[in-house]
T-cell receptor, first 112, second 115 residues
Framework: EDQVTQSPEALRLQEGESSSLNCSYTVSGLRGLFWYRQDPGKGPEFLFT???AGEEKEKERLKATLTKKESFLHITAPKPEDSATYLC?????????????FGAGTILRVKS | GAGVSQTPSNKVTEKGKYVELRCDPISGHTALYWYRQSLGQGPEFLIYFQGTGAADDSGLPNDRFFAVRPEGSVSTLKIQRTERGDSAVYLC?????????????FGPGTRLTVL
């Protein structure tokens, strides 16, 4: 059974304190790995898609990387407005079609 | 441009009642998805449509849940004989087409509470 596990469950950072969130996955035939941001009471907001091991993508203070077993979301010099839940999801195998399988998320709090 | 919209934003109902949740996808998007998110969890897949037909409904938990998309745009998720365990946020997403790794854009969700 395909699984996506995110760690830590929650992370508290001081403003400017860089860190990384982890997403490990066990799937058959990865077709894409997605990162979303979710603010309280809102739907997930798309951040990145990674397709193959070694790929990296950046957006402002965020950088996502992918290996054959996990993905990292690196946050450089975070600001309070980066506080949110970060969700990782995979799309895998023909039998699963286009559905996304999500992890439980990492709740990030950045204090000023 | 307008994103995915969902109505109502909140729905409170009593156990045993019937509810309908509506999703308006992004204009021009042919694929539409429904997910359910419980507190502290990631979204869980329910069903997706390509055009008017359900391409995969393997995530629907039981036959009390049903979804339609009669004209290939707006979709309605229908839940019969609601149970307290159905309480969750129901999310809708759409993508341009039903192809590999097409980005799914989510709406704000409908928070369903079954008393």
């Amino acid at each position: 059974e395909d699984q996506v596990t995110q760690s830590p469950e929650a992370l508290r950072l001081q403003e400017g304190e860089s860190s990384s969130l982890n997403c490990s996955y066990t799937v058959s035939g990865l077709r894409g790995l997605f990162w979303y941001r979710q603010d309280p009471g809102k739907g997930p907001e798309f951040l990145f898609t990674l397709y193959s091991a070694g790929e990296e993508k950046e957006k402002e203070r965020l950088k996502a990387t992918l290996t054959k077993k996990e993905s990292f979301l690196h946050i450089t010099a975070p600001k309070p407005e980066d506080s949110a839940t970060y969700l990782c999801a995979v799309q895998a195998g023909r039998e699963y079609g286009n559905k996304l399988v999500f992890g439980a998320g990492t709740i990030l709090r950045v204090k000023s | 441009g307008a994103g995915v919209s969902q109505t109502p934003s909140n729905k409170v109902t009593e156990k045993g009642k019937y509810v309908e949740l509506r999703c308006d996808p992004i204009s021009g998007h042919t694929a539409l998805y429904w997910y359910r998110q419980s507190l502290g969890q990631g979204p869980e897949f329910l069903i997706y449509f390509q055009g008017t037909g359900a391409a995969d409904d393997s995530g629907l938990p039981n036959d009390r849940f049903f979804a339609v998309r009669p004209e290939g745009s707006v979709s309605t998720l229908k839940i019969q004989r609601t149970e307290r365990g159905d309480s969750a946020v129901y999310l809708c997403a759409s993508s341009l087409r039903l192809s590999s790794t097409d980005t799914q854009y989510f709406g704000p969700g409908t928070r369903l509470t079954v008393l």
